[in-house]
């Protein structure tokens, strides 16, 4: 037992919370973790929920802070400027948030907001958000992009947008759009402003690299580009291309993959202005990373750069070229939408129980009378085993664990023994645990003894809902608890959800080197232990799907005041079970129905009386109306 003392900062290192959290978040003196939106403003997460909790208000729950959105498109915008100021850059930046990272309406307004000053526009990929982007109070210069394959409905409203004065660039996906744009331009007589997406043949890195070279799924090839200078050369609009558009994948590990990207784009750029066409805009897509794992390297969860790094290394190389080649110099787009939202959002979520292998006292049964030879052998295995030959005594028992089962499937053992024998096996995982823990090391072999030894953390929330990436592509995201940490974490933990889904799961979390496969918690006692899962604002809570009806969590939208005070600007309520249900096609009449026509029915056989029978539509009612996840009393 290492008996030194646990402080905040050792807490701060263990969790790498200064590593990922790009100074938004830290841990108090008293061990809890801060939201810091701001020099000199703070407010702590356990205060938020014990007020929310309070309240009525149920876990799980995200809390949203918009303040740190302002924050990032500041950051953002100022870091482009500040290079374009050190390398005396010509032109000038404007950024477009793409809304698919986060659409929702506090976050696109914030960003709308936060982002007037600096004529940071938005993009939209489809019909739905380009009717949702229109609607929006923007900087008259903005650009709102469209992006995305595009129908005629969609080409109409990116038209009508420009009459009502918005600076919508309609950007050409495939060549076959530019006919479809220039008849409806001609039917409703506006004239359109064009991009054209370039495939690259530069790649990114990480896991989005698909998205950039030759095979991409959008984009315009180099003599398609030239077809439709032709084509527009022929309309006498040639005046109407203004934007070279470019973007090779999300999530960016490593900066070289952005230089060559934007390297090839400015001389493709440069080209199409000597060929006269007078773009004006040379957009660089998305790609900014965020250092999810903090470790700053090129692992797909990280990232060998900095803001400032990527703003600056941009702007250079779109100088370089354009001076080569005496071309003026472009007002330079960046799509960021990851970058700018992941950092605002975290999910709050009870743990509600703890199982596994080396828990409490498992009691071992009885031996049988004649009991079986293998479970005398995890007997001996569990005498015996110390310090030297625990390494044997582990495979033995995990060898005579699988004869244990095989055996008991051929119908040569007895249940009584199976159990005996599942006892013993944890009850010498649990002596195993003992000897490793003071070990400077786990041998190779036993690599999977830290997951086999590991509790479970059941957690009230769906991975499936409020973390789809993990599940689906592995994505990392930091984990910590959220106070306790002037306290030494003395489990290894996996996480699970309450999902019947044996996939949800956490098992692998974020390391400096690679990925942990446990994450060290807090032994749970009385009061309710809360985890928060950082890093989460951008594609998670769009991606996310109701898997066993578990629906969209509650949130509340919060402003951190000075003297570490806060205020909750809004609560948004979850989804109730009945709005899940009727998206399935069910109407809630119809279930109500159905339920009183049994309750009829057991009347009439003496099953319930008229006072069981309003208790029960009762009960039924306000699971209808509720929350889909667990409600304890706490
Ligand atoms: C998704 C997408 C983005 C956003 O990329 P991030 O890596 O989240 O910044 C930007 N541009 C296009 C064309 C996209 O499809």
New binding site residues.
Partial sequence: MNTTRFTPADAAELYGIPNWSSGYFRVSDKGKVEVTPAPGLSATLHDIIDELVERGESMPMILRFPQVISARVKQLNEAFRTAIREYEYEGSYQGVF?I??NQRRMVVETIAEAGYVYAHGL?A?SKAELALCLAQNMNPEALLCC?GFKDDGFIKLALWGRSLGKNVVITLEKFSELDRVLRISRELGIKPALGARFKLHARGSGQWEESGGDQAK?GLNASELLQVVERLKQEDMLDSLVMLHT?IG??ITDIRRIKVAVREATQVYSDIVDEGVKLKYLNV????GVDYDGSKTTFYASMNYTLQEYASDIVYTVQEVCKSNQVASPVIVS?????LTAHHAVLIMPVIDVTGPTRGSQIVPEPSEDQHQIVKDLEEILAGINARNYREMYNDAVGDKETLHNLFDLGYLTLRDRARGEALFNAILKKLAKLVQDLPYVPDELEDLPKTLADKYICNFSLFQSLPDNWAIQALFPITPISRLNERPTRQATLVDITCDSDGKIEKFIDLRDVKATLPLHEVSGDTYYLGIFLMG?YQDVLGSAHNLFGKVNEAHLTVRPGGKHTIDLFVRGQKARRIIESMGYEEAMLRESIRVQAERARAVGELTDADITELEEDYDEELLGYTYLEYEE
Avoid: C, W, Y
């Avoid at 897509?285 to 900014?288: D, F, K, P, R, V």
């Avoid at 799509?335 to 970058?339: C, D, H, L, V, Y």
């Fill in positions: 793409p698919k990272v993009e990929g992006n959008f973007h999300s999530q897509g998305g790609g900014l799509e960021s939408g990851r970058a951008a």
